[in-house]
């Protein structure tokens, strides 16, 4: 017998013994039926708040400032893992992005982004950053050496690696194509994979920006599938 079948048991009991109408008891039982058969509101994005991804990171911004997850607090944070050579995956997130902020009017200032380059071989702080703001004048670059950029990567289960191509000295890079967003006390979320529609993620970073202060309740034993992709 379920829960929901026992508490109706239970209710029909107590009718018998306090003499309550039936059409208390029935109306009783069928709000029991319709709570049980609401829905649960889901994010589009995948929960990864269960893993332990993306925290206690540092890596210095395009001004050589080292930047943390502390430093985001407060807003909604969309961080991705690209480089500024990117032919598709990384100016369609950004030009995403903005559209996101659009939809979001007045509390477009709540979604910070931040672009983590892979390849800071060729990105240097001074192009990153005007790669981001050329898209978004409030985007953050974070650029670091070669340890510092697998250490942040790991902390997110990213992937990324080097393509050499034919002509001597040229290379592509392939890495994670989908981001991360971090609520409003810096912990990791959501993994948004890439090509997810704009409204789908307007309405989880809208979620994330109304959610109250409180810790986020991990599920017990459950694990979280791997989040990482090439693109």
Known sequence: MSRH??????????????????VLVTAASLLLVACAAKPKLDYYGKDISCQDLGQHWTLPDSAGVSRSPADFQGKVTYLFFGFTSCPD???????ELG???HLMGSDAD??????????PERDTPAVAQTYVKAFDPSATALVGDADQLAAMA????????REDGPVPGAYAMTHTAGGYLLDRQGRVRLFVPFGMPVEQLFSDIQRLTLEPD???KAPGAGLCPGVAGKG
């Open 5 to 22: 079948s026992s508490l109706a048991t239970g209710l029909a009991a107590l009718a018998r013994t306090f003499s309550l109408p039936v």
């Open 99 to 101: 559209q996101v902020k």
């Open 89 to 95: 995956v990384c100016p369609t997130t950004m030009v």
């Open 110 to 119: 709540k979604l910070q982004v931040v672009f983590v380059t892979v390849d």
């Open 154 to 161: 790991s902390r997110f289960k990213a992937f990324y690696e």
């Open 214 to 216: 409180h810790p986020v």
